[in-house]
Nanobody, 118 residues
Framework: VQLQASGGGLVQAGGSLKLSCTAS????????IGWFRQAPGKEREIVAS????????NYADAVAGRFTISRDNAKNTVYLQMNSLKPEDTAVYYC????????????WGQGTQVTVSS
């Protein structure tokens, strides 16, 4: 499975962006999908995740209430709606796939740059 992340860009603080993560093929059941980010000089951190049936979502404290993860399994796509962006959200954002009941994020997409100017 290949994952393609897109939707990054440059936005002013307070603005919004919507990232997309599209899988190259459909899996049954669909994988859990996580969004991660890595800022310069910092470790990669998980931002949000969504279960294969969209019933379980989790958010990092830093983005809870501002970011929303969702998925459209018919389109093999997971979205990350990012609102009220802050300069500290600036990072390369990656999506990753995890087979159900697995503890490993086994499939990674290439990153998409998000830059938030103050």
């Amino acid at each position: 499975v290949q994952l393609q992340a897109s939707g990054g860009g440059l936005v002013q603080a307070g603005g919004s962006l919507k990232l997309s993560c599209t899988a190259s093929e459909r899996t049954e059941p669909p994988y859990d999908i996580g969004w991660f980010r890595q800022a310069p000089g910092k470790e990669r951190e998980i931002v949000a995740s969504i279960g294969w049936n969209a019933g379980a979502t989790n958010y990092a404290d830093a983005v809870a209430g501002r970011f929303t993860i969702s998925r459209d399994n018919a389109k093999n796509t997971v979205y990350l709606q990012m609102n009220s962006l802050k300069p500290e959200d600036t990072a390369v954002y990656y999506c990753a796939g995890r087979p159900p009941l697995s503890s490993s994020w086994a499939y990674w997409g290439q990153g998409t740059q998000v830059t938030v100017s103050s």
